[in-house]
């Protein structure tokens, strides 16, 4: 009698710490989140990045606090990412460039199976963009000849992979070009609307611009022509075979509970059908908001890193590298 019943107390107990386990995870998250963020404040994935914050406080229960960590295109916030413990409570929301490309361009202390990919919220719209005060026309082709008769022209990057892209097209064409580093939208933008640069890299900010004219995109680096620039041909269109697609994508330490992943990516679906969500990146930044679960976004974040691979090696190498 005394075995059964200390069986049974052994058993309920087990029961009760199994139980309190699940509601501690039932409960996460049971403080504030951080959102950070790897560019400057006020480019495109910053906007969008806080009014998806605010929609999360809401979903989940609790303050998700914005935190910019720009560097590296991104690099530095996945960086300390990597290394964080904090079990879901800290995310990093950027784009998969960073993820897919750093790795193969610089080194880095992080590589693709060091996170997971909670979900993708929106297809990036990346362009090749140009300012009203240019000394060529209207189209990237123009802007190639020009940039044939006169070297020097100054392109602004702000991550690998678009610096890679240029200097491949440049290879192929010909052209010497002058390139001026920049960390997000928001150093970007001033350089191009007061003419200090030529062209640009620009993974949204552009399209802030849509109805002013005042930042033109010469060249789509999406898989398709742009939402609001649909006169803009893509990179395959002008003769270069590259897919630069891009997602931005929420992205947490890989020894996140599942448990924390679960909520974390319910919250997010909740949030791309949010209107405000839509409309800040549907109507504000051009973006379509497209949600991807856990499973297919890291499938393609690995078809991607291969497809990189492969043109890597069909260059010889890196640009620049000898």
Request: proline share 6%; no cysteine; aromatic share 8%.
């Amino acid at each position: 009698m005394k075995m059964k019943l200390l069986g049974t107390a052994i058993l309920s107990s087990a029961m009760a710490f199994g139980a309190a386990g699940m509601a501690q995870a039932d409960d996460f998250p049971t403080k504030p989140v951080t959102m950070v963020i790897g560019w400057g404040a006020g480019g495109s994935t910053d906007i969008q990045g806080r009014v998806l914050a605010d929609i999360l406080s809401e979903e989940l229960g609790q303050p998700v606090n914005v935190v910019n960590q720009p560097g590296a295109g991104g690099g530095v916030a996945l960086a300390r990412l990597a290394n964080s413990r904090d079990e879901g409570y800290t995310f990093v929301f950027g784009t998969s460039m960073t993820i897919t490309f750093g790795p193969l361009s610089s080194e880095t202390t992080y590589e693709l199976d060091d996170f997971r990919y909670v979900a993708g919220v929106t297809l990036g719209q990346s362009a090749i963009v140009t300012g009203e005060d240019r000394p060529f026309g209207d189209s990237w082709e123009e802007l190639v000849e020009y940039a044939r008769e006169n070297p020097g022209m100054s392109y602004a990057t702000q991550t690998a992979l678009d610096r890679m892209i240029i200097e491949y097209i440049a290879q192929q064409e010909g052209l010497e070009l002058r390139i001026v580093p920049t960390s997000g939208g928001a150093g970007m933008a001033p350089l191009i609307l007061s003419g200090d640069v030529d062209f640009a890299y620009s993974g949204g900010t552009h399209s802030g611009y849509a109805e002013t004219g005042e930042m033109p995109v010469l060249l789509s680096l999406a898989e398709d022509r742009l939402v609001a620039f649909p006169d803009a041909p893509t990179l395959p269109e002008a003769g270069y075979d590259i897919n630069a697609a891009e997602i931005r994508v929420a992205m947490v330490p890989k020894n996140t509970p599942d448990a924390h992943v679960e909520r974390l990516a319910e919250a997010l679906e909740a949030a791309t059908q949010d209107p405000r969500f839509i409309e800040i990146t549907e109507e504000r930044i051009l973006m379509p908001v497209t949600y991807i679960a856990e499973d297919e976004v890291t499938q393609t974040l690995r078809d991607q890193v291969e497809g990189y691979q492969a043109l890597i090696e069909e260059l010889g190498g890196l640009p620049g590298e000898e």
